[in-house]
């Protein structure tokens, strides 16, 4: 024989005046286990090299990769809400880093002004690319594979027929200083920053705060986050899911174009071959930050965390002499190893849900 017991009466529950609020946390308890595994890892490589700790020669080109990947891993994220992908993410950054090399070497335009033309040229690829999508609902999977093909052929043929060294070098005013200085060099004083903190973590600062104050305060990030949870019932609400695809899509083109952008001035020169390594980063960071390959759940702060781990694994292992190889088989099993738990948190997840209703 089995027993219920009956719920309270109201008159037992404390009045609403005197309820506490739960308070939101900042971080969740992943990203809490990641900031305390890179902080770890920084010190053991730390102790094991000491040269790790050199502000100049390892922290700043530490810090300025980390902060192009972590754009990469921002452009990822944003169509893994919808429940997406984009393979193409590297090419992207390409065809809009060309823009602005074309702009800078032929056309004389300004820094900033190249800029926006590559985040343009991004964008409306992007776009493009999300159209496809979702007029034809074909699996993103095979429209930005497709496209990374496609672009990979149209952006080597450009740089073929517009230069001779199959890159483009003038940099304009400004890019020198945005690539080798620091927020320290801005100013004096101690809150310019650290002399380990590159310039261009403006541009990732700036994305990582619109992007959180996107998907938390805007009815658009919530769509998009519906989108990929459901997106049968997010159209049944109501919700625009061709338009949300598409604008995923957008934003992860202007993203990848940026982090291009940013490649670029890290090695001074516009070339094809920009964003052929951010293939493997794009994923990691965001997987590693707690983002879902299903949709529906993203972590801004978390993509930048996974970023970082990914970042100071790479650097420390090159310090302990660890080849390319070597490294490229510990990444892939860093990544199996997210993946693996992206899986173990969308089956806690589900059956949590099941269990409530």
Same mark, same amino acid.
């Given at each position: 024989?089995?027993?219920?017991?009956?719920?309270?009466?109201?008159t037992?529950?404390?009045?609403?005046?005197?309820?506490?609020?739960?308070?939101?946390?900042?971080?969740?308890?992943?990203?809490?286990?990641?900031?305390?595994?890179?902080?770890?890892?920084?010190?053991?490589?730390?102790?094991?090299?000491?040269?790790?700790?050199?502000a100049?020669?390892v922290?700043?080109?530490?810090?300025?990769?980390?902060?192009?990947?972590?754009?990469?891993?921002?452009?990822?994220?944003?169509?893994?809400?919808?429940?997406h992908?984009?393979?193409?993410?590297?090419?992207?950054?390409?065809?809009?880093?060309?823009?602005?090399?074309?702009?800078?070497?032929?056309?004389?335009?300004?820094?900033?002004?190249?800029?926006?033309?590559?985040?343009?040229?991004?964008?409306?690829?992007?776009?493009?690319?999300?159209?496809?999508?979702?007029?034809?609902?074909?699996?993103?999977?095979?429209?930005?594979?497709?496209?990374?093909?496609?672009?990979?052929?149209?952006?080597?043929?450009?740089?073929?027929?517009?230069?001779? @060294?199959a890159?483009?070098?003038?940099?304009?005013?400004?890019?020198?200083?945005?690539?080798?200085?620091?927020?320290?060099?801005?100013?004096?004083?101690?809150?310019?920053?650290?002399?380990?903190?590159?310039?261009?973590?403006?541009?990732?600062?700036?994305?990582?705060?619109?992007?959180?104050?996107?998907?938390?305060?805007?009815?658009?990030?919530?769509?998009?986050?519906?989108?990929?949870?459901?997106?049968?019932?997010?159209?049944?609400?109501?919700?625009?899911?061709?338009?949300?695809?598409?604008?995923?899509?957008?934003?992860?083109?202007?993203?990848?174009?940026l982090?291009?952008?940013?490649?670029?001035?890290?090695?001074g020169?516009?070339?094809?071959?920009?964003?052929?390594?951010?293939?493997?980063?794009?994923?990691?960071?965001?997987?590693?930050?707690?983002?879902?390959?299903?949709?529906?759940?993203?972590?801004?702060?978390?993509?930048?965390?996974?970023?970082?781990?990914?970042?100071?694994?790479?650097?420390?292992?090159?310090?302990?002499?660890?080849?390319?190889?070597?490294? @490229?088989?510990?990444l892939?099993?860093?990544?199996?190893?997210?993946?693996?738990?992206?899986?173990?948190?969308?089956?806690?997840?589900?059956?949590?849900?099941?269990?409530?209703?």
């Amino acid at each position: 024989m089995t027993t219920t017991s009956s719920p309270p009466a109201d008159t037992d529950r404390p009045p609403v005046s005197q309820r506490r609020t739960p308070r939101r946390r900042i971080l969740a308890p992943q990203q809490l286990g990641l900031l305390g595994l890179v902080v770890a890892l920084v010190i053991v490589f730390g102790l094991l090299r000491p040269a790790f700790f050199d502000a100049r020669l390892v922290l700043f080109p530490l810090l300025r990769d980390i902060s192009t990947l972590t754009v990469v891993a921002l452009a990822q994220m944003v169509v893994l809400s919808v429940g997406h992908m984009n393979l193409a993410v590297g090419r992207m950054a390409a065809f809009g880093a060309l823009f602005a090399g074309f702009g800078y070497d032929r056309l004389g335009l300004p820094l900033s002004v190249g800029l926006l033309v590559c985040l343009l040229a991004g964008a409306l690829i992007g776009a493009l690319t999300g159209w496809i999508i979702a007029r034809t609902g074909v699996s993103s999977f095979v429209v930005t594979l497709a496209m990374d093909f496609a672009l990979l052929g149209l952006v080597s043929l450009l740089y073929s027929a517009l230069t001779e @060294n199959a890159a483009f070098t003038s940099t304009p005013s400004g890019m020198t200083e945005l690539r080798q200085y620091s927020l320290a060099d801005i100013c004096a004083g101690p809150v310019c920053g650290s002399p380990a903190i590159p310039q261009m973590a403006q541009f990732t600062v700036l994305a990582l705060v619109g992007l959180g104050f996107l998907y938390r305060y805007t009815r658009t990030g919530r769509e998009l986050l519906l989108t990929g949870a459901n997106p049968a019932a997010a159209e049944l609400s109501g919700i625009p899911t061709a338009r949300r695809v598409i604008t995923a899509h957008m934003l992860s083109g202007l993203l990848a174009a940026l982090a291009g952008f940013m490649a670029a001035v890290s090695t001074g020169t516009f070339r094809a071959s920009i964003g052929d390594d951010f293939m493997l980063p794009s994923f990691l960071g965001a997987v590693l930050g707690g983002t879902l390959l299903t949709g529906g759940v993203v972590s801004v702060i978390g993509a930048l965390l996974g970023t970082s781990l990914v970042g100071v694994i790479r650097k420390g292992l090159d310090l302990l002499g660890v080849g390319l190889e070597s490294l @490229n088989i510990y990444l892939g099993c860093v990544l199996l190893l997210a993946l693996s738990a992206d899986r173990v948190r969308h089956i806690v997840s589900y059956r949590k849900v099941v269990r409530s209703t």
